[in-house]
């Protein structure tokens, strides 16, 4: 079974809410055996929002990227642009080579550094809980390209 990684904004409520409501799907699917959401890990030794508590936390998700096999992956964030961290750890997951399974329910366009390196595209959660991740089907993105 495939170790995933979660790359997603969660700075306000309704990126809360999305991030959860896929963590839940994530927990659902059958194939899942496991998956690392940064959202539930900001605990460190250093106080919060520290240099220290940045560093920790930026070497944490990055050896967790480095041991993911896929990458699942938020796009909504505000207007058209992903988080600037979600854009980050997507580009180490292509460096890596590694699928990346992209959600989407805003209709807001994606810039096509992101859209080309998809494995997989939705608009909605509820994939997330019957996708097979043993096989890893593919899904074009369907939306604007920037």
Do not use: C
Request: hydrophobic share 40%.
């Amino acid at each position: 079974m495939a170790q995933i990684y979660v790359a997603s904004p969660f700075f306000n409520p309704e990126q809360v809410d999305r991030v959860t409501r896929l963590e839940q799907a994530l927990t659902a699917n059958p194939t899942v055996k496991d998956f690392y959401s940064p959202r539930l890990h900001q605990d460190a030794q250093a106080e919060q929002f520290t240099k220290e508590w940045a560093t920790e936390i930026f070497h944490r998700d990055m050896e967790q990227i480095a041991a993911a096999d896929v990458i699942v992956t938020v796009l909504d964030f505000e207007a058209q642009n992903i988080d600037s961290g979600t854009a980050y750890e997507l580009g180490v997951a292509t460096m890596r080579q590694l699928p990346i399974l992209a959600l989407q329910e805003k209709e807001e366009g994606v810039n096509l550094m992101v859209t080309e390196s998809l494995h997989y595209y939705t608009k909605q959660v509820a994939d997330f809980a019957t996708y097979d991740f043993n096989t890893l089907p593919q899904g074009e993105f369907v939306g604007e390209i920037l």
